[in-house]
């Protein structure tokens, strides 16, 4: 079965929405597959303490504003529905279960094999997902590990581990989050932190969001003077961590996300535990034993349970026919909502910028649906 449209998006969550919206706006056809059976599948996986770390007024998508009735920075759950209100409202309605075999370009268009059916377009937007597959590291005689090994993308809260030992691995976002919960459900709790990390807390001052900061501060500045002001900030506010386990990196938080990708622990409380000694900070694991981790400065710990913060993949080469093109040695696309090496192909959803992913991709997508209506 072959059929013709103007644009194929590639993914149901904020970016394949919101690009969906925009392009609808311009009177452009489109078609959105989704391999999940709903809009937003990664929202609805993630675990269940999950808050946006923006306010949600720079957190909406073009055409609907959050409801006035969900607070400053909405839950997992307030996601998932705004998400489900968006595609009824803006009249999207994503093909689910459409696993896609491979997206190719032939020269003049873009096919897309999707089960039995077979799409042409002038114009691919790939919105799968900035972590679409889970990094899942592994070491030295973790077979006879006789705990449980859990990614975050499989944790929902930590009410199965109450009064026992857990590690979270990795002082992300999901780390920090994650090992709170773990915390408030009566876990004994440490995380192992593998590389320096900046902390800034979500309200400056306890007043001020950080994602304001961004947007208007930092963001409006080059790099490197971005960071001659927020490094002395940040040690005055947050204060010298490495006592505690946590150094502070060599290149300033700016500069750090946008040559390494890599953002800052958006601090919700977890940094003031660490501080308190009621979750214990360790450095990288070195080995597996039978009972818990050999940790590499020597020191080990028992753990009944080991949750893998350690992030995810694009994993591009899954859908798109010659991916290694169009990507960086993470695997994420070098270029953002601009046409790619590739005529017609765009790419929305893949950076994690301070001033915060959804706030981006309502940029991108308007951006990239006037290219295409111009085109």
């Known amino acids: 079965m072959s059929e013709q449209t103007s644009v194929i998006i590639l993914g149901a969550g904020p970016s394949g929405l919101a690009a969906a919206a925009c392009l609808r706006e311009k009177g452009v056809p489109f078609i959105v597959l989704e391999r999940a059976g709903a809009v937003g599948s990664t929202w609805r996986d993630h675990y269940e303490r999950l808050h946006l770390h923006t306010i949600k007024q720079f957190s909406a998508l073009p ?52 089960g039995e059916a077979e799409i042409r377009a002038r114009g691919l937007i790939v919105a799968t997902g900035y972590n679409r597959v889970p990094k899942q590291p592994s070491w030295p005689g973790q077979e006879r590990f006789r705990g449980e090994i859990i990614h975050s993308s499989a944790y929902r809260n930590g009410a199965a581990w109450k009064g026992k030992r857990a590690l979270v691995v990795g002082l ?43 947007l208007f501060l930092l963001g409006r500045l080059p790099p490197k003077v971005a960071d001659s002001i927020a490094v002395p900030l940040l040690r005055r506010v947050v204060g010298d961590l490495a006592r505690f386990g946590l150094r502070r990196p060599a290149l300033g938080p700016v500069s750090q996300v946008l040559e390494h990708g890599r953002i800052p622990l958006i601090d919700i409380g977890t940094v003031e535990l660490i ?21 590499t400065d020597g020191r080990e710990l028992p753990v009944d349970v080991i949750v893998l913060a350690t992030g995810y993949r694009a994993a591009l080469e899954g859908v798109l026919e010659h991916a290694e093109r169009y990507v960086d040695e993470r695997g994420y696309p070098r270029r953002h909502g601009v046409e790619a090496e590739t005529p017609g192909l765009y790419f929305i959803g893949y950076r994690n910028p301070l001033t915060g992913q959804l706030h981006d991709i309502s940029l991108e997508s308007r951006r990239v649906a006037a290219a295409l209506a111009r085109s």
């Open 275 to 295: 501080k308190q000694g009621l979750i214990q900070v360790f450095p990288g694991p070195r080995e597996l034993t039978e009972e818990g981790v050999i940790f």
């Open 172 to 214: 992300g976002n999901s780390g920090g989050e994650i090992a709170l919960d773990l915390w408030e459900h009566g876990a004994r709790t440490a995380i192992s932190v593998r590389s320096p990390i900046h902390v800034v807390p979500r309200d400056l001052l306890g007043i001020l969001p950080a994602q304001i900061n961004s």
């Open 63 to 114: 055409g609907l504003p959050w409801p006035s009735t969900v607070p400053l920075y909405p839950s997992r759950a307030e996601v998932v529905a705004y998400l489900e209100r968006y595609a009824a409202k803006l009249q999207i309605e994503p093909r689910f279960g459409c696993e896609v075999k491979n997206a190719r370009h032939d020269g003049s268009q873009w096919i897309v094999r999707a």
